[in-house]
Each structure stands twice: as C-alpha cells, then as structure tokens.
C-alpha cells in the first residue's frame, strides 16, 4: 500500500492488500480520478479519513449479456408507474445517494468533496446519471463514471424511495449501455442483490483486462 504523492500516477494493481486497499492520500481532481477508474481503480473512504483508493480481487461486475430480470420487475416496468431521465439532475441523484439510510452503514462514504468531485467529472461531460420519477417527484436514480473507449460503466451508487425504483432505473441503463454495444458495468464489490440481478465476482486481472 502506498502514500500518493502530487505525482498523478498509482502503483500496480498487483501491490494492494489482500482487502484491495491499494494507495492512500492524492486528491480528487478530474484527472486523477479519471486514471483511477481507467486503472480499475475507485475511491472509498468516510468522512475524517485520509482518500483510500481500491482495487479488489476479485472483482464484481455485470456483464450486460448476464443481466436478469424477474417477472415481478418486468411487470413493474410495463406498468409504466415511473418515469425515467438521464442525466436531467445528476447533483440530485448524488446527493440522494449520499443521504439514504442504508442497512448496516451508520455514515457515508459520499462526503461534500466526493459530491463536488464527482459533479465535475460530469459537468466535463465524465459522469452520468439516471433518474427515474414518479410525477415530478424524484424516487430513485443512480449515477456512475462512464469509460466508453472500453465500453465500461462504472457503477457508483444507486437509491431507492419506492420500491423497485433503482432496479427500474439499472434496466433502463443497461438497455441504453446495450444499444452502444457496452461489455459490462463495474459493480466493485459483491452484494447480494447485485448478484440477483446477474453480477457476478471475477478476478482483478481478467476485469482489468476489459480497461486496456
């Protein structure tokens, strides 16, 4: 594990710990996270703690091909209940996602900087978002980093205020990821609703395979 320094550079993939904790310290900047993610790298850290970049083995991911659907889910999308928009109010979608409560997590990892990192990556055209609404009301949504030179989506979070709503809105970007003959979604790190929707684990080599 290593302590960055302003050299916009990180270590091998191949030098993190067995957790996949591989470099602490840098900064956020668009450039740096950018190499981050091209690198297979992601930060993930909580508020009063140092930047923590993350490359784990193995990986999660959802390749686009594997994606499943439940008949419940398909009969929630028919019903057309939701509305769904890209990238209309990504800074809402973040913000959301940070201020969700989440079973088992007492904080956020989303702090106030990550939120104005992240919201730059998409100003410049980096990021993007995907909401989905009930009325004028914002019940769901997720946002990522899209890499569409190798065909990757990185996946960060996603939120639900009615039920199914995030799922609604993963359909809907796989569909639209699909059509531009996307590979995969990077998922990070297994859940297990992540697997019930296809995810599945692979190891750090072959994903970072997919980002060369």
Same mark, same amino acid.
């Given at each position: 594990?290593?302590?960055l ?6 270590p ?8 996949g ?22 930060? #993930? ?7 923590m #970049? ?12 594997r994606?499943?659907?439940?008949k419940?889910l ?8 939701f ?17 969700i409560?989440r ?11 990550? *939120? ?14 995907v ?13 990522g980093?899209d ?18 709503a995030? *799922?609604?809105?993963?359909y809907?970007?796989?569909n639209?990821?699909?059509? *531009? ?7 990070q790190?297994y ?14 080599n072959?994903?970072?395979k997919?980002?060369?």
């Amino acid at each position: 594990m290593q302590y960055l320094s302003k050299l916009l550079s990180f270590p091998n993939a191949d030098k993190a710990s067995e957790e996949g904790l591989l470099a602490i310290g840098g900064d956020l900047s668009t450039e740096r996270l950018l190499l981050a993610y091209r690198s297979g790298i992601f930060p #993930w850290y909580e508020e009063g703690q140092p930047i923590m #970049w993350w490359c784990p083995n193995p990986r999660m991911v959802l390749f686009l091909s594997r994606y499943k659907i439940s008949k419940s889910l398909e009969k929630t999308i028919n019903s057309n209940t939701f509305k769904i928009t890209f990238n209309s109010c990504f800074s809402e979608v973040i913000s959301n996602c940070s201020n969700i409560k989440r079973e088992g997590q007492s904080g956020t990892w989303i702090t106030q900087n990550m *939120k104005d990192a992240y919201i730059e990556l998409y100003n410049k055209g980096h990021a993007l978002s995907v909401e989905v609404w009930i009325g004028d009301d914002l019940v769901g949504g997720l946002y990522g980093i899209d890499l569409p030179k190798c065909k990757v989506f990185c996946g960060e979070s996603m939120f639900s205020k009615k039920k199914d709503a995030s *799922k609604v809105g993963l359909y809907y970007l796989v569909n639209k990821l699909k059509s *531009k003959n996307y590979i995969l979604i990077d998922c990070q790190m297994y859940t297990k609703h992540l697997s019930s929707l296809g995810a599945e684990e692979i190891s750090r080599n072959e994903f970072l395979k997919y980002l060369i």
